[in-house]
């Protein structure tokens, strides 16, 4: 689970659809992708990247959420 105020969210920077983000996992960067709305449209509502066939969260409501590296089970 993750959470943001509305203040938060708003200082986070601006998240566009076709942006690059930097990966924790790979320390590449990766495009940006939004999820789509109920009629099919992609939107910037809710923002993610691939790193590989791997799906990792990037942005919601247009804005930038840093990104954390993602945990393993051994």
């Known amino acids: ?5 509305d203040q938060e969210l708003a200082d986070l920077p601006v998240a566009t659809i076709g942006q690059e983000t930097d990966c924790p996992n790979c320390g590449g ?3 940006l992708k939004g ?3 109920k ?3 992609e ?3 809710l923002l993610f990247y691939k790193c590989g066939e791997t799906p990792y969260f990037g942005g919601f409501l ?3 959420i840093p990104s ?3 945990h393993q089970e051994s």
């Open 1 to 5: 689970m993750i959470s943001f105020s």
């Open 39 to 41: 009629n099919g449209k």
């Open 68 to 70: 954390l590296v993602a």
């Open 29 to 31: 960067r990766h495009v």
């Open 43 to 45: 939107t910037a509502q």
């Open 35 to 37: 999820g789509l709305d």
């Open 62 to 64: 247009g804005r930038l």
